[in-house]
């Protein structure tokens, strides 16, 4: 009963003023919808490609040294 008489009251916590400050206005969600979006993708790639390249180590054009090399006539 005590926890149902706290949540209904008017303190509220994080998650309630972020509510309150992103869902107040229209153009705030947009632009915090479309910000996040980015920000996202833009984790993920990293993620993603720093995964790839630890997993193909040592199998990638950059790391095979003799490539574009012309051999030596000795």
Do not use: C
């Not at 947009?30 to 630890?54: C, M, N, P, Q, S």
């Amino acid at each position: 009963m005590e926890a149902a008489a706290r949540r209904s009251g008017g303190g509220g916590g994080i998650w309630e003023s972020l509510y309150r400050v992103v869902m107040r206005r229209n153009s705030v969600y947009v632009t915090f919808v479309i910000a996040g979006a980015f920000i996202g993708e833009r984790v993920v790639d990293h993620g993603v490609h720093k995964l790839w390249e630890y997993n193909n180590q040592g199998k990638r054009y950059e790391d095979i040294s003799v490539l574009g090399q012309r051999p030596t006539d000795e």
